[in-house]
């Protein structure tokens, strides 16, 4: 029988919260760069212009069918040789991760704004709203609320996701993980603290997230 | 065209793809006139209507409003007149009412004049709870609009139209989509906006109702005006066939 020992993990919690931290940076650098990407590409995709569409739909076919591994490791080391300039594993992580949300926001906003009835967008013109008056004061409220719970669970997937970064060494929660393991040779409860750690963080979030949702279905 | 015009139609053509829906369309309406479209569906009152304000653009032909074209753009250069200003004097009801689910009742119907009339939310709520006044439903203004019923939805329709403070307003079968005991509470409000003075233009199948209100029906066939006149004319003594067919189908 293995005899848990969580002692010389609690010696190292430093370095978990470091890894808690860097963890957290990191999701939330990478959504909101994402939010941006996203609502550029989504309405890249709803523009009159097919070159504008032409382009965010390659961008996000070629984020959402590689694995964000393999686009991790693409941008810190094959990239910089293209371009001939060194990319930092900062700038490399947080990018990567940023342009692959990204790409699910754009699809996530889009069928939002898709859903809402057409109806909406021409009752908005008959009071005389312009095209950027409907979409912000009336189709967009509407579209937030039904795309909630998919972007919520997109942002949830985003802080696991950063666990991809350890294979370029940044220092978030899982890297951190595995330096204490080797520190302390206590794999099993090292692991387990990671995992409790990933899980008190998202946890929260979650709820929080269920609270609002609530609050905006007083309308229906 | 007279100088009493409030929209001037002239030779309107829409087509979607290869069917065309309108086929040349003249048309005037004198301020304070009560227009009534009837006609078979798809013969493009519905379509006409829409045009009336842009949400279709015709595919040829013109849209005068007070004696200015009409453009598709929202802003044109004058003296054409662009689909914002023309929104701002010509409102229009749907059959589906269009209600803004996320706003209250008073949202609603504020949300034209607080963003594009820019006034403030004071004079734009005083003027709002007058025409919940109007409509009935004062009591109503805190609510969502889908805890109302149909005939309260399209009431507030209305007086989210009236807040704009339009000179036309335009009716597209804003009764078709109601239970059939709810239409009255409707017609009443039209019926007073009628013997107010209102100009509108109004796509309906209450035939009884349009003779009742309109000072002008017109029955249109095959994206064409077929026949027009008063509606003792065209409701009480129809002198064509088609246009007698068509109405027996509605008086049984």
């Known amino acids: ?220 | 065209m007279t100088k009493n015009s409030a929209i001037s139609v002239r030779g309107l053509r829409k087509a979607f793809g290869n069917l065309e829906v309108l086929k040349g369309i003249d048309l005037e309406l004198a301020h304070g006139e009560v227009l009534g479209l009837i006609g078979p569906s798809g013969s493009g009152k519905s379509t006409l209507i829409r045009c009336l304000n842009m949400l279709e653009v015709p595919t040829a032909g013109t849209v005068l409003v007070q004696g200015r074209t009409v453009s598709p753009k929202f802003k044109a250069p004058a003296p054409a007149m662009g689909t914002g200003e023309l929104r701002r004097k010509v409102g229009m009801i749907f059959q589906h009412f269009n209600l803004f689910p996320h706003l209250t009742v008073m949202d609603n119907i504020i949300s034209g004049p607080v963003r594009v009339l820019r006034e403030t939310r004071s004079e734009a709520e005083s003027h709002a709870r007058d025409l919940l006044e109007q409509v009935g439903l004062v009591d109503k203004a805190n609510a969502y609009p889908a805890h109302l019923s149909g005939g309260q939805k399209q009431r507030v329709a209305i007086a989210r139209s009236l807040a704009m403070r339009p000179e036309v307003l335009l009716l597209d079968e804003v009764t078709s989509a109601l239970d059939p005991e709810l239409v009255g509470e409707v017609l009443e409000v039209i019926r007073r906006l009628a013997a107010n003075g209102m100009t509108m233009v109004l796509v309906t199948h209450e035939m009884g109702f349009a003779a009742d209100i309109a000072s002008r029906v017109i029955f249109m066939e095959d994206g064409q005006i077929a026949e027009e006149g008063t509606p003792e004319q065209i409701l009480r003594n129809p002198t064509s066939d088609r246009l007698r067919g068509f109405l027996s189908r509605f008086h049984g």
């Open chain 1, 1 to 220: 029988m293995y005899h848990w020992d969580f002692y010389m993990i609690f010696q190292s919690f430093d370095l978990f919260l470091t890894g808690v931290w860097v963890t957290f940076i990191y999701t939330l650098g990478s959504i909101v760069i994402g939010i941006v990407v996203g609502l550029a590409a989504c309405f890249a995709r709803l523009s009159r212009f097919w070159w504008l569409r032409l382009l965010a739909r390659s961008y996000q076919e070629l984020f959402r069918c590689t694995p964000l591994l393999v686009q991790i490791l693409w941008a810190y080391y094959a990239l910089p040789m293209i371009l001939g300039v060194t990319i930092s594993n900062t700038m490399a992580g947080l990018l990567t991760l940023a342009l692959y949300v990204g790409s699910f926001y754009a699809e996530i906003f889009r069928g939002g704004i898709l859903a809402v009835d057409r109806g909406q967008r021409e009752a908005a013109a008959s009071i005389g709203m312009s095209s950027s008056q409907a979409m912000f004061y009336i189709i967009m409220p509407q579209a937030i609320k039904s795309m909630l719970p998919s972007f919520i669970n997109q942002s949830v997937i985003q802080l696991k996701n950063t666990s991809l970064l350890y294979a370029i060494s940044i220092a978030e929660l899982t890297y951190m993980t595995s330096v204490v393991t080797s520190e302390t040779y206590r794999p099993l409860e090292a692991y387990s603290m990671a995992a409790i750690l990933y899980f008190a963080m998202l946890f929260p979030l979650t709820q929080i997230a269920d609270h609002f949702e609530r609050r905006m279905r007083r309308s229906d």
